[in-house]
């Protein structure tokens, strides 16, 4: 059991959107800006692709958008293309004494 | 450009010890603090440790504390990763990653660029 909890899969086809959610309590996600998002594809290491909530590194296509209501993050890919077919992890620093929780991840799959 | 190259995993049997380390290329590794975080097979990701740019500041989870130590050596860009009283379960790829925080004591909390990871396997 993840203790940031994110769908299993989720899928969508080329040009849609889809939303990955991530939802934690008041001592992480719903209290810290400090949420975090990373895309792993097979094989590969995982590449951070948005921090603070709502910032993209640079390089990282402004088809990718965070946001947080309350205890739940999400990241909003707008208008899906293949290449994003991928595992997403989310992250958030918490006030418990491990500091850092992750999600399970969500399987994106691009129909 | 950012290159983090993680070396010294291998086979270790249950209660042995095992030294990873993480060599930084490309940008000053003496301003930002850096991570480890582990995926075990399968899996997802696990956060270890961070230790501060300067080395003053070190955060474990809850799950090493007290079996595994996070340190670096500034003058040879390299971050380490002591591991100790190693257990089955602490099986995994463990990959080093960057901070975003400059001079700061306080991490980010965010892990950007990454390694390309070490796997260690905890068997008798």
């Known amino acids: 059991q993840s203790a940031l909890t994110q769908p299993p899969s989720v899928s969508g086809s080329p040009g849609h959107s889809v939303t990955i959610s991530c939802t934690g309590t008041?001592?992480?996600?719903?209290?810290?800006?400090?949420v975090s998002w990373y895309k792993q594809s097979p094989g590969a290491a995982p590449k951070l692709i948005i921090y603070?909530?709502?910032y993209r590194p640079s390089g990282v296509p402004d088809r990718f958008s965070g946001s947080k209501s309350g205890n739940t993050a999400s990241l909003t890919f707008s208008g899906l293309q293949a290449e994003d077919e991928a595992d997403y992890y989310c992250?958030?620093?918490?006030?418990?004494?491990?500091?850092?929780?992750f999600g399970g991840g969500t399987k994106l799959t691009v129909l | 450009q950012v290159q983090l190259v993680e070396s010294g995993g291998g086979v270790v049997q249950p209660g042995g010890s095992l030294r990873l380390s993480c060599a930084a290329y490309?940008?000053?590794?003496?301003?930002?603090?850096m991570h480890w975080v582990r995926q075990a097979p399968g899996k997802g990701l696990d956060w270890v440790a961070v230790?501060?740019?300067?080395?003053?500041?070190?955060y474990y989870a809850d799950s090493v504390k007290g079996r595994f130590s996070i340190s670096r050596d500034n003058s040879k860009n390299t971050l380490y990763l002591q591991m100790g009283g190693l257990k089955p379960e602490d099986t995994a790829v463990y990959y080093c990653?960057?901070?975003?925080?400059?001079?700061?004591?306080?991490?980010?909390?965010?892990?950007?660029?990454w390694g390309q990871g070490t796997l260690v396997t905890v068997s008798s």
């Open positions: 990653a960057k901070d975003s925080s400059d001079l700061q004591v306080v991490p980010s909390w965010w892990f950007g660029p």
């Open positions: 490309g940008f000053t590794f003496s301003n930002y603090g």
């Open positions: 230790i501060s740019f300067d080395g003053s500041k070190e």
């Open positions: 008041s001592s992480d996600v719903g209290g810290y800006n400090r």
């Open positions: 603070e909530v709502t």
């Open positions: 992250s958030s620093y918490s006030s418990s004494s491990t500091y850092v929780l």
